[in-house]
């Protein structure tokens, strides 16, 4: 591997929200050192990227990505969304199990793990399904899969609605160490519903979704990981009623970790617009004061992670009447992008909105990434926090185009991503 001294950058360390001028050296794949204020010594045959002050950060780590491998190749493969996260500053993503077949026995997650060993270019891990089927019946061999190497459990977009079964799969993953993530929405009260429900969907002659349909399923699930225990991960929460009750889990104890669509916390339910169904998500779209209460939430720290929900549709489920059309939006190319506007608008700090991106998925999900300090993974990423570009889905790198930013303006462009010290990206 190549020694590398990545010099004069704007350092930023999320573990101490920390940020400065400094210096980082990569050798063997993993940071060497880090020199605040200065460069470090540069070894004999040392590489030297000038960073010309631009920001150097950990890799982002994305906890809720979708691909179509296996079953659905032609919406995402594990190479295309590798190189989309690359472009994006991802370097470690969670997949769901949402594939055909389900990942729901060891040898899938096996599968899945030889495929992005083999075609990834970031690091790529598979968490397994929570029921066998991902039907909400029968739980899963938690032991075995965690073994193969799924680091999550989650039935992805569904939510498993049975108490009993939801108890027991608490219960186990105390046992065996396991983090559950079960999607927050009640299928019945949602029924039918396409957005948010409120005047908008009315006047747009749409079914709603209560925020009921959210907020039921957390409390009932929070009140669960309390009788056994467990640790519980709500993957996305979208508004202010699920805020109060993960506010108050935490302070109760409980442990309970949350995590936020970048989509939430960039867009409220007046994008839809015309009934743009790139706007069409699952959860959907609430108003702007459910949007400004997730930010605040995040800054507060009651919202642990920001993700993606990366989930490309192709042409012909998303080009369909706003009812009809799936759910899912691409984010792992414009992740950061997207929550570089809450940086310019002044309502979160970089390292903070790094952290919660990098550091804080890391602790929740146990890995060793997501740090900038002396002996962790080399996975990093250069970025102008201020170039302004506009996005243009023909130049997307997943196969689905599916993008809610499609002819937005952005700013903040990634130009290096390292994955264990070796360059996945540069632009």
């Given amino acids: 591997m190549t020694t590398l001294v990545l010099a004069d950058a704007h350092l930023v360390d999320p573990q101490r929200l920390k940020e400065g001028r400094g210096s980082v050296l990569v050798e063997d794949g993993r940071i060497a050192d880090v020199v605040w204020g ?17 920001v150097l950060a950990p890799g982002l780590i994305d906890m809720r990505v979708f691909v179509g491998e296996p079953g659905a190749e032609h919406r995402e493969t594990l190479a295309s969304a590798s190189e989309a996260a690359a472009a994006g500053g991802v370097t470690t993503f969670v997949t769901m199990p949402d594939t055909d077949p389900a990942v729901d026995e060891p040898a899938i997650v096996d599968y899945m793990l030889r495929r992005a060993r083999d075609t990834a270019i970031v690091r790529v891990l ?5 029921t066998k089927g991902r039907e909400g019946k029968e739980m899963t061999e938690f032991g075995l899969l965690g073994e193969a190497g799924a680091v999550a459990f989650t039935d992805g977009t569904r939510s498993l609605t049975n108490a009993r079964v939801m108890r027991r799969a608490l219960l186990y993953a105390r046992d065996v160490g396991a983090l559950v993530m079960n999607h927050c929405e009640d ?17 747009l002659g749409l079914l709603g979704i209560p925020k009921e349909a959210e907020t039921i399923v957390l409390e009932r699930d929070v009140r669960l990981a309390r009788l056994a225990g467990s640790r519980l991960h709500a993957p996305l929460i979208s508004c202010l009623d699920s805020i109060e009750i993960a506010r108050r889990a935490k302070e109760a104890g409980i442990g309970l970790s949350c995590g936020v669509s970048i989509n939430s916390l960039t867009f409220n339910e007046n994008d839809i617009g015309g009934y743009r169904t790139f706007f069409k998500l699952s959860p959907p779209l609430r108003g702007e004061a459910d949007r400004q209460a997730l930010i605040e939430a995040l800054v507060e720290g009651v919202i642990d992670v920001v993700v993606s929900d990366h989930d490309p549709q192709d042409v012909e489920t998303k080009r369909l009447p706003f009812a009809e059309a799936a759910n899912g939006a691409l984010g792992l190319e414009t992740l950061l992008s997207a929550g570089l506007r809450l940086v310019h608008a002044d309502r979160i700090s970089l390292p903070a909105l790094i952290a919660a991106m990098t550091s804080r ?18 996975d990093l990423i250069l970025f102008d926090p201020d170039e302004p570009w506009v996005l243009d889905k023909r130049d997307l790198r997943s196969r689905s185009k599916n993008s809610p930013f499609d002819e937005a303006r952005l700013e903040g462009r990634v130009h290096l991503t390292l994955v264990a010290g070796r360059v996945a990206y540069a632009a």
Avoid: H, K, W, Y
């Avoid at 200065?38 to 040392?46: D, H, K, R």
């Avoid at 019945?188 to 969907?201: C, I, K, Q, R």
């Fill in 187 to 203: 299928r019945d009260l949602v029924g039918d519903g396409v957005m948010n429900e409120g005047e908008f969907s009315a006047r």
């Fill in 38 to 54: 200065a460069a470090p010594p540069s070894p004999e045959g040392a590489r030297t990227i000038a960073c010309d002050g631009r």
């Fill in 361 to 378: 998925p890391a602790e929740i999900l146990g890995l060793e990434q997501g740090r900038l300090a002396r002996g962790a993974p080399a």
């Fill in 126 to 130: 598979p968490a397994a399904a929570l």
